[in-house]
């Protein structure tokens, strides 16, 4: 579920970012699948 959550976020993001550089859209995804982890370390 926490997934599917992240991955919408993320799909969102990358429509947003469309204008940004490759690097800059997968230093993004990046840091969000990070905080996703660290997210769900806590739990």
């Not at 799909?11 to 947003?16: D, G, H, N, S």
């Amino acid at each position: 579920m926490a997934l599917a959550l992240w991955w919408a976020t993320v799909l969102k993001k990358l429509r947003i970012n469309n204008g940004k550089t490759f690097f800059s859209t997968a230093w993004t995804i990046a840091m969000e699948f990070g905080k996703s982890l660290y997210g769900l370390a806590r739990y």
